[in-house]
């Protein structure tokens, strides 16, 4: 992260991370490597104004993503990196990102956590996300949006569009990545 980006509290969480992890006896060339590549991985241009999801309708999404996530897997691992990913869609200005296409995105954001986490490339079964898209669909209608039916071929189409957005790169450093 750029010294210069930091605010007051992000400074003193990595400090404290950085402390943590000289206590547990991590060489500093490691820590010197992991700062390089999450400053590279989150190093990236937006374009144009960056989306930005109301907090409930963020709320929403989230809640769709992690019923999906827990009817594939029957536990929430992944749920993180779904967050991670819609918030990261909405910073790159990806045009999914809007209301009108978020029950499709949450679906496409699940499809590719599968995809890379699971190394799984058959496709989600429709039956695991129809219930808590159309419900998600429906919440958002009668707030007065427009919203896309999902089908599959607007999610391939999504899907398609993210990866060309995040350039493909699906994996990112966390915290969660550094303690294994």
């Not at 045009?95 to 190394?119: D, H, M, T, W, Y």
Request: with cysteine.
């Amino acid at each position: 992260m750029d010294a210069s980006k930091e605010t007051p509290i992000d400074a003193a969480v990595l400090e404290d991370i950085e402390d943590r992890w000289m206590r547990e006896g991590v060489p500093t060339e490691l820590l010197s490597h992991l700062k390089d590549a999450e400053a590279k991985a989150l190093d990236f241009k937006v374009e144009g104004e960056p989306a930005s999801l109301p907090r409930l309708v963020r709320g929403a999404a989230l809640r769709c993503m992690s019923c999906i996530i827990h009817e594939m897997t029957g536990m929430q691992s992944g749920w993180f990196k779904a967050a991670f990913f819609l918030d990261l869609c909405c910073r790159k200005g990806f045009q999914g990102a809007n209301i009108q296409l978020l029950p499709a995105l949450c679906v496409v954001i699940v499809r590719i956590i599968k995809k890379e986490s699971f190394r799984v490339s058959a496709p989600l079964a429709e039956a695991l996300w129809t219930p808590w898209t159309k419900e998600l669909t429906a919440w958002l209608r009668t707030g007065g949006h427009e919203v896309a039916d999902v089908t599959p071929e607007l999610l391939d189409q999504q899907e398609r569009e993210l990866l060309k957005c995040l350039e493909w790169k699906v994996t990112w450093p966390c915290v969660e990545q550094y303690c294994l």
